[in-house]
Structure formats: structure tokens, C-alpha cells
T-cell receptor, first 114, second 117 residues
Framework: DAKTTQPTSMDCAEGRAANLPCNHSTISGNEYVYWYRQIHSQGPQYIIHGLKNNETNEMASLIITEDRKSSTLILPHATLRDTAVYYCIVSPRPSTGANSKLTFGKGITLSVRP | SAVISQKPSRDICQRGTSLTIQCQVDSQVTMMFWYRQQPGQSLTLIATANQGSEATYESGFVIDKFPISRPNLTFSTLTVSNMSPEDSSIYLC??????????????FGPGTRLTVL
């Protein structure tokens, strides 16, 4: 079972920031928070990951609360192409030879409207 | 990043038959994964396939139903055996980037959409 809970859906206006919440209250100390997204009819795509510090890359920002029990993925300027299902996943940092499986929950469907 | 292709992209099959799905990667990778995504659902991991060893299956999936081959570091196949309509799903393979040793970045193929009549 997925160790995360996300709202079922949300929408935002094009050009505005999209803030996608995720709860992971049972996260362990060695587990990272990963975000993937799945655009319709495509395979999932990695977005970002973090342990306890906030992270930013060219796609998004990840804000993790100090107690690590929740996080928010921020798409700073959402476009129509960002319409997708976004999955928040917790998983241990892989070590050499370890099984790095990802457990996907139901995700949150983000709809970006013109 | 790894580029992954799958064949076939889609198929319609009769119940009781078997279908083999191919996954090709443009670089050598250690770990490959097979997922199933049933209509309207999230992804469920079927098995992990490492080159040179038997695949490791997740709970609810067995080798007789989903035999997997991993003959080399760039290729794997998943067979869906003795199919029933309940096997209608999208089947995706993914690989872990061998250079991304510090985190679980997986790259996914486009999927194979299977319909069983």
C-alpha cells in the first residue's frame, strides 16, 4: 500500500502556481519523497525528490515540512501541458544492489485551465 | 536519461492466448521493472528483473502467469499467459538510471495497451 495520501483532484489557471499537497505521516527517517507525473497515454515521468530540505529544479519546487509528515509540489507557472496525474511517493534511498521499487498511490489529477 | 521503447504499443487478443511484450533500452541498465496499470487505476509493480538472475515477483503476481526474461542489460520481455479480460491493462517497463545512484529516478517506457476479448 502507498504510504502517501493526496487529494483526488485540483485545478488551476494557466500561468498561475499549482500547489499540490501530499501527506506522508508515517515516513521513515531513511525515506525520500519523490514526485512523478503521468501525462495522458504516456509513462510516468520523474519530477523531483527530497529528504528534508526544500528542493528546486527546472520543473518544480518541493517544500517538505520540518517534521517531514507532509510536502507540497509547486509548479510555479502552470501550463496546459502540465495537466496530468501527479504521484507523491516515499521510498528509501537505494543502496548498491537494493531493490528500488516505487509504490504508486492514486495520485492527484491536476487540470490546468486556459 | 534512458530512452525506452516497447513493442507492441497495443494489441487486442483472444482469451486463453499469450502475448509477449518487449522492452528495449538505449543503454545498459542493471534493474528493470514491469508494471501494470488497469483502466482508471494507478501503477502496480509486477516484478523486478535483474540481468542474470530470476525475476522477483510482487505479491499477487506469479511466474507462471507473467514469465519474464532478461537476457542482457538492454532488453527484457514480459509474457502475459493464458489471458482473460481481467488482464486488459497497460503494461509498462521502467529502468533505474545506472548513473543516478543516489536516488530512485526511474525512466518509463510508453506502455503496451492490451485488450483481451
Amino acid at each position: 500500500d502507498a504510504k502517501t495520501t493526496q487529494p483526488t483532484s485540483m485545478d488551476c489557471a494557466e500561468g498561475r502556481a499549482a500547489n499540490l499537497p501530499c501527506n506522508h505521516s508515517t515516513i521513515s527517517g531513511n525515506e525520500y519523497v519523490y514526485w512523478y507525473r503521468q501525462i495522458h497515454s504516456q509513462g510516468p515521468q520523474y519530477i523531483i525528490h527530497g529528504l528534508k530540505n526544500n528542493e528546486t529544479n527546472e520543473m518544480a519546487s518541493l517544500i517538505i515540512t520540518e517534521d517531514r509528515k507532509s510536502s507540497t509540489l509547486i509548479l510555479p507557472h502552470a501550463t496546459l501541458r502540465d495537466t496530468a496525474v501527479y504521484y507523491c511517493i516515499v521510498s528509501p534511498r537505494p543502496s548498491t544492489g537494493a531493490n528500488s521499487k516505487l509504490t504508486f498511490g492514486k495520485g492527484i489529477t491536476l487540470s490546468v485551465r486556459p | 536519461s534512458a530512452v525506452i521503447s516497447q513493442k507492441p504499443s497495443r494489441d487486442i487478443c483472444q482469451r486463453g492466448t499469450s502475448l509477449t511484450i518487449q522492452c528495449q533500452v538505449d543503454s545498459q541498465v542493471t534493474m528493470m521493472f514491469w508494471y501494470r496499470q488497469q483502466p482508471g487505476q494507478s501503477l502496480t509493480l509486477i516484478a523486478t528483473a535483474n540481468q542474470g538472475s530470476e525475476a522477483t515477483y510482487e505479491s499477487g503476481f506469479v511466474i507462471d502467469k507473467f514469465p519474464i526474461s532478461r537476457p542482457n542489460l538492454t532488453f527484457s520481455t514480459l509474457t502475459v499467459s493464458n489471458m482473460s479480460p481481467e488482464d486488459s491493462s497497460i503494461y509498462l517497463c521502467s529502468v533505474e538510471d545506472g548513473t543516478a545512484t543516489s536516488f530512485n529516478e526511474q525512466f518509463f517506457g510508453p506502455g503496451t495497451r492490451l485488450t483481451v476479448l
